[in-house]
């Protein structure tokens, strides 16, 4: 018997470390694959297009993947948009391909700032003073402000590039209103996840990082596996109040089988 029956599986630092592999983690694919226990890879990048991230973890790191096993942030971000109650849903996005094809993809209009009721805001190396400017006005008037996820920062072999979190922190400061955040560890991105796995009974929530993954299993009631092949390290996460379900130094320790 399974130990449990669905796994939530973060990305970079868990499965991969940009473009270098983590050999243990395709074996941990693998295994659930053997078992045939479901699991859904789930990211806080909305840049990429679905089929993107299954065509890199198919060709780059020999994990077979599917769009249908892949739940980026921006998907997160327009399913929740799909099910507020507006009658209507004007778009005036921030953010790149990822995240206009999966507003695109769930039949959800893509307007001028002046014409939302909605912002929504995600990574976008080519945010300007116009853009800030435009989301501005638009608070200002009314439209929900929305944020893909609060990330600070994003990891390259350059450094440490500002994520998401910096751009959206620049609109909060120009409009005193603090944005719904959809990607871990805020539950929205895990009840769209859960949803798509058909809501399993025992799902646990696998990645490496304490304050994003592990947060998010913990604070929406999943058991947490914490791999310790990225961001978070053991004496950081001792201090920590609520402490993962399981640590392991890598996915070579783990049975997914009692």
Do not use: C
């Not at 993107?52 to 077979?64: K, T, Y």
């Not at 599917?66 to 929740?80: C, E, F, K, L």
């Not at 929900?144 to 620049?170: C, R």
């Amino acid at each position: 018997m399974p130990q449990y029956n669905a796994y939530l599986i973060d990305l970079d630092g868990t499965i991969y470390h940009g473009s270098q592999p983590i050999p243990a983690a395709k074996r941990l694919i693998e295994r659930l694959n053997q078992a045939q226990i479901p699991y859904l890879f789930v990211t806080n990048n909305s840049t990429k297009k679905p089929q993107e991230v299954a065509d890199n973890l198919s060709q780059n790191h020999q994990i077979p993947t599917t769009v249908d096993q892949v739940y980026t942030s921006a998907m997160a971000t327009a399913d929740y948009v799909k099910n507020q109650p507006n009658s209507t849903k004007k778009i005036y996005l921030i953010g790149e391909a990822g995240l206009e094809f999966a507003f695109q993809d769930a039949g959800i209009d893509l307007v001028p700032a002046e014409e939302a009721n909605f912002v929504v805001m995600g990574l976008d190396r080519d945010f300007n003073y116009q853009k800030l400017q435009a989301a501005t006005f638009a608070i200002q008037k009314g439209a929900q402000f929305i944020a893909t996820n609060a990330d600070t920062n994003l990891p390259s072999e350059k450094g440490m590039l500002p994520g998401a979190g910096s751009l959206v922190a620049a609109l909060v400061t120009a409009t005193g209103v603090q944005p719904t955040i959809i990607a871990k560890p805020e539950a929205p991105i895990m009840e769209g996840a859960l949803a798509k796995l058909n809501h399993p009974t025992k799902p646990v929530m696998v990645g490496d990082n304490y304050n994003t993954d592990i947060l998010a299993g913990i604070q929406n009631g999943l058991a947490t596996l914490l791999v310790y092949t990225g961001v978070s390290k053991p004496d950081q996460v001792a201090l920590e109040e609520f402490q993962p379900s399981h640590t392991i130094n890598n996915f070579d320790e783990w049975s997914v089988t009692d």
